[in-house]
T-cell receptor, first 114, second 112 residues
Framework: EAQVTQNPRYLITVTGKKLTVTCSQNMNHEYMSWYRQDPGLGLRQIYYSMNVEVTDKGDVPEGYKVSRKEKRNFPLILESPSPNQTSLYFC?????????????FGSGTQLSVL | TQLLEQSPQFLSIQEGENLTVYCNSSSVFSSLQWYRQEPGEGPVLLVTVVTGGEVKKLKRLTFQFGDARKDSSLHITAAQPGDTGLYLCAGGIGGANSKLTFGKGITLSVRP
């Protein structure tokens, strides 16, 4: 089954404690992206990757890092989490090209930073 | 940054009613997508429209892309409780959907 898998689904942590949210896709997509979703603000793009070893900032990259060492994985790293990073995070992948590009989203990671 | 305004922000209707919601921008998009998101899940693509004036139907859902490719509407006929969810529109620019811009979404509740 084609899917994007994020882990963990829920995470509670404390300010300053480094964490990583993993994302993996099994569709051989070149493009992957991270979003955060906040009430009243909608989905905002954090970082995206057009291919292995190619990453770029989205609209809200501050406080986040990503890496793309292999096509299937795109982890999101918070080196020193802060309470304003409490949010619902989504990873997505896409098969680019043609007029029927579509984003496949994971089920989300609810992060709380105390 | 291109902005997509969705309206209304919240909508609560009775089963069987019809409704139309909107996605508007001052920018021109090469494509526009609608997603539906249910609680506890990620958004799922419903449709992509790419041509000005294009109309697409998905069962009881009708999507239209404005002639100038700046706006879109979603019409639901005879809404059902299963239509409940968050509806997001997203605009792409110049075929580079890597910069898909999402609206804030419309929360729809259909009461039995």
């Amino acid at each position: 089954e084609a899917q994007v898998t994020q882990n963990p689904r829920y995470l509670i942590t404390v300010t300053g404690k480094k964490l990583t949210v993993t994302c993996s896709q099994n569709m051989n997509h070149e493009y992957m992206s991270w979003y955060r979703q906040d009430p009243g603000l909608g989905l905002r793009q954090i970082y995206y990757s057009m291919n292995v070893e190619v990453t770029d900032k989205g609209d809200v990259p501050e406080g986040y890092k990503v890496s793309r060492k292999e096509k299937r994985n795109f982890p999101l790293i918070l080196e020193s989490p802060s309470p304003n990073q409490t949010s619902l995070y989504f990873c997505a992948s896409m098969d680019r090209g043609g007029s029927n590009e579509k984003l496949f989203f994971g089920s989300g990671t609810q992060l709380s930073v105390l | 940054t291109q902005l997509l305004e969705q309206s209304p922000q919240f909508l609560s209707i009775q089963e069987g009613e019809n409704l139309t919601v909107y996605c508007n921008s001052s920018s021109v998009f090469s494509s526009l997508q609608w997603y539906r998101q249910e609680p506890g899940e990620g958004p799922v693509l419903l449709v992509t429209v790419v041509t000005g004036g294009e109309v697409k139907k998905l069962k009881r859902l009708t999507f239209q892309f404005g002639d100038a490719r700046k706006d879109s509407s979603l019409h639901i006929t005879a809404a059902q409780p299963g239509d409940t969810g968050l509806y997001l529109c997203a605009g792409g620019i110049g075929g580079a959907n890597s910069k898909l811009t999402f609206g804030k979404g419309i929360t729809l509740s259909v009461r039995p």
